[in-house]
T-cell receptor
Framework: EADIYQTPRYLVIGTGKKITLECSQTMGHDKMYWYQQDPGMELHLIHYSYGVNSTEKGDLSSESTVSRIRTEHFPLTLESARPSHTSQYLC???????????FGPGTRLTVT | KNQVEQSPQSLIILEGKNCTLQCNYTVSPFSNLRWYKQDTGRGPVSLTIMTFSENTKSNGRYTATLDADTKQSSLHITASQLSDSASYICVVKDRGSTLGRLYFGRGTQLTVWP
């Protein structure tokens, strides 16, 4: 079983609030990813990181930002949440040269 | 355009029956193809990974096949159980990027009835 964790698992928040979704992994993986998934739809890559101090935007435009100060942590921040940000956010990681991408349990975000 | 298409979109079967899920892809250059199981409200969990040279791989009651020439894959589930109810996602890895970009299908929602 993968050692990748996300908190909170569920979050309901009002419009305009700042939120941070936490993701951590204890496998020492260099590459980490954030995906956004709406019900019945495919996962879309919104951010990724090759390692510490490396962050890039993914395929899907997102108003969120990420940081990678430590190998094991890859938090995602929304400065001002809006109803359009309502979605499931999945964090994943991959080891150097590995094929397997391990996913966290996800954060279900609802912005009212 | 790199795409992954899955069929059927949803499927209902009775417990104990077998089923087969389909995946067609256009991702090129191809690196590998994975099948993931995603329970409602959870992250995807890997079932199988197949490279270009592999045409079948099993994981318990799950058997995946790959035809790299026609760019098709299938996932066969044998003797289904209630716990098999989930979304099954086909994912193809692009060999052409250092990121190892993944392309996701929308999944097949499988429901197993008692």
């Amino acid at each position: 079983e993968a050692d990748i964790y996300q908190t909170p698992r569920y979050l309901v928040i009002g419009t305009g609030k700042k939120i941070t979704l936490e993701c951590s992994q204890t496998m020492g993986h260099d590459k980490m990813y954030w995906y956004q998934q709406d019900p019945g739809m495919e996962l879309h890559l919104i951010h990724y990181s090759y390692g510490v101090n490396s962050t890039e935007k993914g395929d899907l435009s997102s108003e969120s930002t990420v940081s990678r100060i430590r190998t094991e942590h890859f938090p995602l921040t929304l400065e001002s949440a809006r109803p359009s940000h309502t979605s499931q956010y999945l964090c994943a990681s991959t080891g150097q040269g590995a094929n397997e991408q391990y996913f966290g349990p996800g954060t279900r975000l609802t912005v009212t | 355009k790199n795409q992954v298409e899955q069929s059927p979109q949803s499927l209902i079967i009775l417990e104990g029956k077998n089923c087969t899920l389909q995946c067609n892809y256009t991702v090129s250059p191809f690196s590998n193809l994975r099948w993931y199981k995603q329970d409602t409200g959870r992250g995807p969990v890997s079932l199988t990974i197949m490279t270009f040279s592999e045409n079948t791989k099993s994981n318990g009651r799950y058997t995946a096949t790959l035809d790299a020439d026609t760019k098709q894959s299938s996932l066969h589930i044998t003797a289904s159980q209630l716990s098999d109810s989930a979304s099954y996602i086909c994912v193809v890895k692009d060999r052409g990027s250092t990121l190892g970009r993944l392309y996701f299908g929308r999944g097949t929602q499988l429901t197993v009835w008692p």
